[in-house]
C-alpha cells in the first residue's frame, strides 16, 4: 500500500506543476453518492461561464451520466470510468488531461467517484480540495468519515432547502470541523434553488484570480 | 488483490458455516454514508425486539456514535473502527462475534462502512445482503454504482418523506433495478415517519421463521 501512495505522489507532483504552469486552476470535488456533485458543477458552470474557460472529469465506476449532463451545457468534460475503482488516481487524470487543450483552461472541476473514504487518500495534482456535504446525510458525518473533512479547503453544506425535514444541527457541524479543520472554510447552499451559490463563485473566482496573479 | 478476495471468502465461508449452526440469521446492511442504516436498524429493532434476540456489529472509520444508539435501546452493540479502512471484512466479523453468544441470538445485523463501492466485494458470511438507498442521493445510483445493486437481496428505498422535494423518479429506478438484479425485493419507507417499516418487519420475520425451520 505505500508503494501505491509513493507512487501516486508522483504522479500528483507532476500533474500539479503541469497545472500550475497552465495557470490552470483545479478543483478535486469529493462526497457520497448523491450529495449533489453533478448539480453543483452545473452551478458553478451557470455562474462562471462567461468569464472563465471551463472544463470538467467526471469519475464514476460506470456510466456517461454525469459528462452527458455536462456536455448537454456545452463545456467540455471527459469520462473515466473505474470499472470498480473507488477513487479517482492522480495516473488517471495524467492520462485524460492528454485530451485537454490546458492553454485554452482557467478552471478545471473533477469529479471523484462518490465515496467519503477511499478519495481521501489519492491527491491528484489538485490546487485545492472540495467536499460537499449534503443536509439529509446529518450533521455527523464528520465525526465517523473524519480523515477526508480534515483535509479539505473547503466543505460545500449542500441541500440546505431540507434542513426543516431533519435534526440536522449546524451548530454541531461547525464545532466538529473547526476541532478537525480549524481552517476550512463552511459554504451553505442549495443547488436545487440556488440560494448561497453566490459565495461560491465568489470564493472561485477570487481564488482563479490569485492564480493568474502568480502564473 | 485475488488473495485478498480469496483469503476473505475463506473466514466468510466460516462464519456462515457458525451461523447456520447457532441458527442466526446475519444481515449486511451496506449504503451510502447518511442513507438511514442506523435509523433503519433502530427501526428493525423496535418492530422485532419483542419476539427475538438481536444483536448489532456496527462498522465505523471512526467513533461510537452507532453503537451507543444502538445500546441505549438496551441490545448489544459491538463497535468496529477500521481506522481509515473503507469495508468490513470477514475476519473482522470473526473476531468481532467471539464477543457475542450466538446461541441466545436470532438476528445480527451488521451496519457496513458507509460507502457504495468497496463493501459490495467482500462477502462477511451474511444470510442476506441489504442496501439502503435514500432519496435525496436520487434514482441514478444503481447505473452509477452497479456492482452493490446487482448483489442485494433487498433494495430498500429509505426517506421516501422527502419524494415531493426531489426530481427522484421510482418508475426509473425499478427499472434500472429488474435489469440489473431481476430477483431483488424493493420496499419503499421512512424511518422518520416509519411509513412502510412493516413490510420490512415481515420479511425479516419470514427469513427467521424459514432460518428456524431449517435448523
Known amino acids: 500500500m505505500q508503494d501505491i501512495f509513493a507512487v501516486n505522489e508522483g504522479h500528483a507532483g507532476e500533474n500539479a506543476e503541469l497545472f500550475k504552469r497552465k495557470g490552470v486552476f483545479v478543483i478535486n470535488l469529493m462526497a457520497s453518492p448523491g450529495a449533489g456533485k453533478t448539480s453543483f458543477i452545473l452551478g458553478t458552470i451557470s455562474g462562471l461561464r462567461e468569464r472563465y474557460k471551463i472544463a470538467v472529469i467526471e469519475g464514476d465506476l460506470a456510466s456517461k451520466v454525469d459528462s452527458e449532463r455536462i456536455r448537454s451545457q456545452g463545456v467540455q468534460s471527459i469520462q473515466i470510468n473505474t470499472g470498480g475503482g473507488c477513487h479517482l488516481e492522480a495516473n488517471m487524470i495524467k492520462q ?39 443536509v439529509p446525510e446529518g450533521d455527523d458525518k464528520p465525526l ?26 449546524m451548530k454541531r457541524l461547525e464545532d466538529v470541523m473547526r476541532n478537525l479543520n480549524s481552517d476550512v472554510k463552511i459554504l451553505l447552499l442549495s443547488c436545487r434553488t440556488a440560494s448561497g451559490l453566490d459565495a461560491w463563485i465568489d470564493w472561485v473566482e477570487k481564488e482563479l484570480n490569485r492564480e493568474g496573479d502568480i502564473g
Open 144 to 169: 465517523k468519515y473524519p480523515f477526508i473533512f480534515q483535509r479539505c479547503d473547503v466543505l460545500v453544506v449542500n441541500k440546505i432547502d431540507m434542513l426543516e425535514l431533519t435534526d440536522f444541527n
Open 96 to 134: 485524460a488531461i492528454k485530451h485537454l487543450d490546458l492553454d485554452g483552461i482557467d478552471l478545471l472541476i473533477i469529479e471523484n467517484v462518490g465515496n467519503l473514504v477511499c478519495p481521501a487518500d489519492f491527491s491528484l495534482g489538485e490546487s485545492a480540495r472540495v467536499v460537499i456535504l449534503s
